[in-house]
């Protein structure tokens, strides 16, 4: 059966060619052809055509191991498109503008709060205003992706889940972003996005099955299935902070949350300001200013079994590889509470996956919005 003509397979190579060199960096023809399986004179034919098409540009030489000459280097050009990713909060935005590459070349955060009831102008600002910082205008931008907390439905463009965000209710998200940028627009949930950071960068690289249990001021969840991630019909999987599960009659999100973890804290005698604070206390076993750090034992186990209650029925049904406990509560709990955890949720299930703390790569939602802006982007440029 015929699937394709001449046409097809060139730009079949053409892709190929091209996702190698964003994989490898620069690379000679002859390293062009062993990758992608090209004689000489196709490879050679290939490189003229993505250079006429600005896609490809020389980068230098490398030395000969023998007499003859050095061999060309070629590598992707990267001023041929730009993604731009974007971590929207409550009271500010975070930008950044990537080039086809992948590479930072711009960024800019602002404050938004008391600017009026319309995030979207301030937003605008932002962008122009990282985007002139590399020389650039709107008209020079082509993909964006916006992190947000809550959850988008893909059918009306609405903003769920996101009682804290006001101003972003009751409006098509991604059509107004789309109009006011000028650019296609994707905004994604912001744990997800995390998600995305860490399967490419972080803990769960090499993984398929993952869940991520998001613990900050509030609580969520991410799940990555066979390596892509889940949203569920109406873009709202993994908002397990409204599930009514309860625990001694409370829902089991309210326990694991910052204000349930600093109570939980004082209850044993560690002393804190923060959730954050208190379970780095724990872990460390020792209080500041001389105090006796109270039991952080008990209360590391006892967080611990909370989490893992919140966890055990996404494992149970999603079998998953790897848990990650995410957040500012997860990432300072590290190894020590995340032992705790996988001790307390083997107990409780069958299959037994593995518990890490997440990465805490610092600006991990800005991180993966411009990963998932420049994926969509080569997706264009290369397609």
């Not at 690379?27 to 006429?52: C, D, T, V």
């Not at 003859?68 to 974007?86: D, F, H, M, S």
């Not at 790897?322 to 069958?350: E, F, K, S, T, Y």
Request: aromatic share 4%.
């Amino acid at each position: 059966m015929r699937v394709g003509g001449p046409r097809a397979l060139r730009a079949m190579n053409d892709r190929a060619a091209l996702h190698a060199l964003i994989r490898r960096g620069p690379m000679s023809r002859i390293e062009l052809e062993q990758e992608i399986g090209l004689s000489k004179p196709a490879a050679a034919e290939l490189l003229r055509r993505l250079q006429e098409a600005e896609l490809v540009r020389q980068d230098g030489h490398r030395a000969s191991a023998g007499p003859g000459p050095n061999a060309r280097l070629w590598t992707v050009n990267e001023t041929a498109g730009y993604a731009i990713g974007i971590d929207v909060i409550s009271s500010s935005f975070d930008v950044a503008v990537a080039d086809l590459a992948g590479g930072i070349v711009a960024e800019r955060k602002v404050t938004s709060r008391g600017t009026g009831p319309d995030p979207i102008p301030t937003l605008r600002r932002a962008v122009i205003d990282a985007a002139r910082g590399h020389g650039l205008k709107l008209a020079d931008l082509d993909r964006a992706v916006v992190g947000i907390s809550g959850s988008i439905d893909p059918l009306t463009g609405l903003l769920g889940y996101a009682g804290h965000m006001p101003r972003w209710l009751g409006f098509d998200v991604p059509s107004r972003l789309t109009e006011a940028l000028g650019v296609p627009v994707t905004v994604e949930n912001d744990v997800n996005l995390v998600a995305t950071d860490e399967l490419l960068h972080g803990c769960a690289r090499g993984y398929t099955d993952v869940v991520l249990l998001w613990m900050s001021r509030g609580v969520a969840a991410a799940v990555i299935v066979s390596g892509r991630l889940h949203r569920g019909s109406r873009g709202a999987a993994g908002e397990i902070d409204f599930a009514p599960i309860t625990t001694d009659g409370q829902p089991i999100s309210r326990l694991i949350d910052a204000a349930g973890v600093l109570s939980l804290a004082s209850s044993y005698g560690i002393a804190a300001s923060r959730a954050t604070t208190a379970v780095r206390r724990a872990v460390s076993g020792v209080a500041d200013h001389g105090q006796a750090p109270g039991d952080p034992e008990g209360f590391l186990g006892d967080l611990a079994g909370r989490i893992a209650q919140a966890v055990v029925i996404p494992v149970s049904l999603l079998d998953p590889q790897l848990v990650i406990l995410g957040g500012d509560i997860g990432v300072a709990g590290g190894d020590r509470l995340a032992d705790r955890v996988a001790d307390r949720l083997h107990r409780l299930v069958a299959h037994r996956p593995e518990v890490r703390p997440a990465t805490g790569r610092e600006n991990a939602v800005r991180h993966g919005a411009v990963e998932a802006a420049v994926r969509q982007l080569q997706e264009e440029v290369f397609g």
